[in-house]
Structures are given as structure tokens and as C-alpha cells.
């Protein structure tokens, strides 16, 4: 696929294999939980599809910032399932971050397309369309233009959908009144959330080692490490920038991008008892 947005979902790799069962099972037992616990089937249902959706996103999202380890995409999905007990996540804002995270790390070794600044910018006016859309959409732009600085070759194109999806949001966010309150302290879980999200997005920064891993495309090469750091960034950047759009309400809808930091940094943490080796800071 000529597209720098897609990434195949092979069945043979044990990965795609584990998020395929984790998605589905993770809606049916939220779901189930939900109905249980009193809810009708109109709260049930969104909830547990809620659940499956946002550990599919974290283990997407953890999947472009740890490239050479699949381990952290699968943590990242099963800690993102049970979180949205606090809090409702957001999907469609941690979706387009994603995109985003991949064109910045340059995992599928393909250049942007012309389609691909389409899909940025209708993707970036349906977000800004909600709540927090805006904040994610900033973010985003922000990390589009950090393509463009990274990968010359499409500088033109990718700052020509920062314009776009800049003006996109602008416009739609208007029409749809959405306007920035500012930070607040959450209470309860979000505060635990914000604060350890908080934590874990430094400690990924810091425990990034050199990144191995091929591209997608046989003549993409292997995937630069300082890439990957910068969408660790961006993803981080993103998961706290609804708390400083909305203030409180605006630290449950990141709940897969915090995942899937924290499965960067769980998987680090890991790795080394499973191969039986002393933990060093890369």
C-alpha cells in the first residue's frame, strides 16, 4: 500500500494475532461487566465498545513508539482496557494521533501521499468537531510539521496539510463553539491518571535505546531512532493538551495514549527479566 497512514494487520505475527482476541474479548467482558453491574444495553453496549476500541488504539499507538518490541503494544492494550472504569476515552482524537505518531516515526518507510494530506485534514475537522478535538488537532499539526523538518523530500506537501488541518479545525471548531476553560485539578482516578501519565511520559523519553527495526517497505531501511523519539513526544504532548484545553474532563479521553506510553516503559521494565538480564538505562 502506497499510503504512509496504513500499516497491514497480518494474522502470522503473534502481535496482530494477540490485539485481534484482546479487542473483542475486551468489549465483551466491559459489556457484560456493564450489564451486570445494572446498566441497560444503551449504556452497556458503548461502554464495552469503548473498552475494545481504546485498547486497540494503545496497542496501535505503542506499536509506532516502540518499534522493536511488540511487548509493549500488547501491555499497552491491556493496561488501556480497564482504565475506562474511570473515565470516557475518546477514540477518533487518539486515532488521528496515532496516524500522526506513525508519519512522525516513519514506520512504514513510505512518503505521504497526496490522499494522505486529505485524510489528515478531513480526519483533523471531524475531531475538532468535539469537545476536545482541538487540542488533539493542535498537536497533530504540530507533529505534521515535525515531518516536515524530518523528511525533506515532502516538506512542501506536509506543511500544506498543517494549513489545512489548521484551518480545517479553525473553521469547524468555531461553527461547533468549542473554546479552551483552561487547566483544573481532577479529582479521583483522572488525578492518578494525569499524574502517572505524567510520570511514565518522561520516563519514556528517557528510556529510548537505538532503535533496530526495518520499515515496513522493503526500501524504507530501518527506522531512525531520533524519529521515534520525536513521536514519543508528540503522542505524550497530545495526551496532556485536552487537560489544558477543558481542565479536568480532559484527562480521561487520552486514556490510550497514556497506555501506550506506559507500555513503552512497562515493556522496558520487562524485557530484561524475560531475557534474564541486568535493567540498564539505554
Known amino acids: 500500500m502506497a499510503s504512509a497512514l496504513t500499516r497491514t494487520l497480518e494474522p502470522g ?5 494477540f490485539i485481534m482476541v484482546v479487542t473483542p474479548l475486551a468489549s465483551a467482558v466491559a459489556g ?29 499507538a505503542a506499536r509506532e513508539l516502540d518499534p522493536d518490541h511488540p511487548l509493549s503494544a500488547g501491555t499497552a492494550a491491556l493496561i488501556a482496557a480497564p482504565l475506562v472504569v474511570i473515565g470516557s476515552p475518546d477514540l477518533l482524537g487518539p486515532g488521528l494521533v496515532v496516524l500522526i505518531g506513525r508519519l512522525v516515526a516513519g514506520t512504514t518507510g513510505r512518503l505521504p501521499t497526496r490522499a ?10 471531524l475531531v475538532a468537531y468535539r469537545d476536545v478535538g482541538p487540542a488533539f488537532v493542535s498537536v497533530a499539526t504540530v507533529g505534521v510539521i515535525a515531518v516536515a523538518v524530518l523528511e525533506p523530500r515532502v516538506r512542501g506537501r ?40 505524567g510520570a511514565v511520559a518522561m ?15 522493503a526500501s524504507g531501511g530501518f527506522v531512525q531512532t531520533r524519529r521515534v523519539r520525536v513521536a514519543r513526544a508528540t503522542v505524550a ?15 480521561t479521553p487520552s486514556i490510550a495514549l497514556w497506555a501506550a506510553l506506559a507500555g513503552t516503559v512497562a515493556g522496558w521494565g520487562v ?11 539505554p
Not at 13 to 17: A, D, F, L
Not at 237 to 251: C, H, K, Q, Y
Request: proline share 6%.
Open 237 to 251: 504532548a497530545a495526551a496532556v493538551a485536552p487537560w489544558l484545553w477543558v481542565g479536568a474532563a480532559g484527562v
Open 32 to 60: 457484560l461487566g456493564a450489564l451486570l453491574t445494572g446498566d441497560g444495553l444503551q449504556e452497556a453496549i458503548p461502554f464495552g465498545l469503548g473498552s475494545g476500541g481504546v485498547a486497540f488504539i494503545a496497542w496501535a
Open 13 to 17: 505475527i503473534t502481535s496482530n494475532r
Open 271 to 281: 524485557r530484561p527479566l524475560l531475557n534474564r538480564r541486568p535493567l540498564s538505562v
Open 203 to 217: 520516563v519514556s523519553l528517557v528510556v529510548l535505546g537505538r532503535v533496530v527495526a526495518h520499515a515496513d517497505s
Open 116 to 125: 494522505d494530506v486529505i485524510v489528515l485534514v478531513v480526519g483533523a475537522g
Open 158 to 197: 506536509m506543511l500544506l496539510a498543517a494549513a489545512g488541518m489548521a484551518g480545517s479545525a479553525a473553521v469547524i471548531g468555531w461553527l461547533a463553539g468549542r473554546s479552551p476553560t483552561g487547566p483544573a485539578t481532577p479529582g479521583g482516578g483522572a488525578l492518578v491518571l494525569l499524574w502517572a501519565g
